[in-house]
């Protein structure tokens, strides 16, 4: 019987916001080397890992080429350091995406830049509670504007350019969870599930043209913005609680899942949601509003 070869992996001492060094994964099986990617809101405060930064730099890990998109040039310009740092190659992009001409632009520049574009991740959001009575009419429109239009925008000017540039592409929107269990979050819950809904209506009419679309669902993820956000200690614990694994989730989480399904190790997989929550949707624990 033949003998198994084992690889050792070098694991070092954590770095920015609790993640291993793990540069040295670059393009190990994922079939991204080569690629380019947009990702919205890839900005973050400080050195913070927000969602959008650890899809980023997490795609560069795997060889690819990365347009940050953020609102704020400066957040986006420190990710795409952050991925120079760690030798990828990355750029950095201002556009506020609720507006078709600035996504038409920003697609513009990835291909400018490096070429072609194969994949997107759209990921941005923004949050409001209460219920139907309570909703001012402009915030909920704000909200649609925000989580849903963004994200038609985006792909309605990517997917042509995916399909001429590279043959082929693929899409993440990130939803959360307030679409699968709703807590006080009406608009907010209505635009994910909006998002869920326009993942799967994607899926369908591009599939045939190679173009995969998927979608990740956050639970209680601990980010920059709810750190901006203040939450007390109580309501972080609450958080920890809610999951059934008794620990909290990280902006890298998400990008683990965004990276998994933008790669080709997930390339018989379209139209999908993969919930990404330490398991809080399969009980009912209490959970307050503000750890949505």
Known sequence: ?????????????????????????????????????????????????GNGRAAAIL????????LVVDRQIELA??????????????????????????????????????GRLDLLDNNVGIASKGSVVDEDPQVWRRVMQVNIESMFLASKHAIPAMIQTAGAGAIVNVASIAALRPRGMTAYSTSKGA?????????????????????????PVYTPMVAVAGMSPAARERRRQAS????????????????????DQARFITGQTLVVDGGATLVSRPRATDSQ
Not at 17 to 42: C, H, N, Q, Y
Not at 85 to 99: L, M, P, Q
Not at 195 to 219: E, K, Y
């Open 59 to 66: 795609l560069s890990r795997a060889g690819a080429c990365v």
């Open 77 to 114: 310009r420190r990710t795409a350091e952050m991925i120079a740092a760690e030798g990828g190659n990355a750029a950095a992009c201002a556009a506020d995406v609720t507006e078709d001409a600035q996504c038409g632009t920003m697609v513009e520049t990835a291909l400018a830049r490096f």
């Open 244 to 263: 059934v694994l008794g620990m909290e989730g990280t902006g890298w989480d998400v990008g683990y899942a965004v990276r998994f399904l933008l790669s």
């Open 195 to 219: 998002v869920i809904a326009l993942t799967r209506a994607m899926a369908v009419d591009h599939g045939p043209q190679g173009i995969r679309v998927n979608c990740v669902a956050p639970g």
């Open 1 to 49: 019987m033949a003998r198994r070869a084992w690889v050792s992996v070098r694991v070092l001492a954590p770095s920015w916001w609790g993640e291993r060094d793990l540069s040295s994964e670059r393009g190990l099986g994922f079939g991204l080397e080569g690629k380019v990617a947009i990702v919205t809101g890839g900005g973050a405060a400080g050195d913070g890992i």
